[in-house]
């Protein structure tokens, strides 16, 4: 079945360090790619979506880039500061029939330090 | 726009206790949908429903109810709660997927604990 696998955190970094955070996939055909992000004590909300190949999906200086030869889509940020601390989910529909659903990686959970 | 809002913020429960975890959203989507989410596990679906009168099962169905009677809530019902039921609750709603609405617009959750 469809599934989405990321890296295990935690991750803790330097203000201003640069960041990855690994998501690869397993789908039939090319559904939308999203990253979550929930900050601590609040509910997911939408960080960036790509919605075809090749398409990259950026919002408040992270980015994403919907890879489907090696069906990943990494979360980069080039410099992240401590408002950045969160925990980051990658998430795919469902293929099929209902396919209204997301399933989420585990999540990664960020903190950045002064 | 509230978006989508859920009551309680917090609750504890005791051991074989009901209660009901509301959930509204204000945005006419027809997609509403149940989440727990246990520390170091991501989020996994208990329902989900696409309209009002339509409602299914997710991955972690068991101990849970729902309904929909109108488009703009979607209610938890834990009959007989247990332990295994302490978890933070997340509801989500999302526009048709046929067009483009595919993205989930979450509620801030509530946190529960079974004594």
């Known amino acids: 079945g469809d599934s989405v696998t990321q890296m295990e955190g935690p991750v803790t970094l330097s203000e201003e360090a640069f960041l990855t955070i690994n998501c690869t996939y397993t789908?039939?055909?090319?559904?939308?790619l999203f990253w979550y992000v929930q900050y601590p004590g609040e509910g997911l909300q939408l960080l960036l979506k790509?919605?075809?190949?090749?398409d990259k999906g950026s919002n408040k200086g992270f980015e994403a880039t919907y890879r489907k030869e090696t069906t990943s889509f990494h979360l980069e940020k080039g410099s992240v500061q401590v408002s950045d601390s969160a925990v980051y989910f990658c998430?795919?529909?469902?293929?099929?029939?209902?396919?209204?659903?997301?399933?989420f990686g585990k999540g990664t959970k960020l903190s950045v330090i002064p | 726009n509230a978006g989508v809002t859920q009551t309680p913020k917090f609750r504890i429960l005791k051991i074989g206790q009901s209660m009901t975890l509301q959930c509204a959203q204000d945005?006419?989507?027809?997609?509403m949908y149940w989440y727990r989410q246990d520390p170091g596990m991501g989020l996994k679906l208990i329902y989900y429903s696409v309209g009002a009168g339509i409602t299914d099962k997710g991955e972690v169905p068991n101990g849970y109810n729902v309904s929909r009677s109108t488009t703009e809530d979607f209610p938890l019902r834990l009959e007989l709660a247990a332990p295994s039921q302490t978890s933070v609750y997340f509801c989500?709603?999302?526009?048709?997927?046929?067009?483009?609405?595919?993205?989930?617009?979450f509620g801030p959750g509530t946190r529960l604990t079974v004594l």
């Open positions: 945005m006419n989507h027809n997609y």
């Open positions: 789908a039939t055909g090319y559904p939308s």
């Open positions: 989500a709603s999302s526009g048709d997927r046929r067009r483009g609405g595919d993205e989930q617009f």
């Open positions: 998430a795919l529909p469902y293929s099929g029939a209902g396919s209204y659903q997301l399933t």
């Open positions: 790509a919605t075809k190949a090749d």
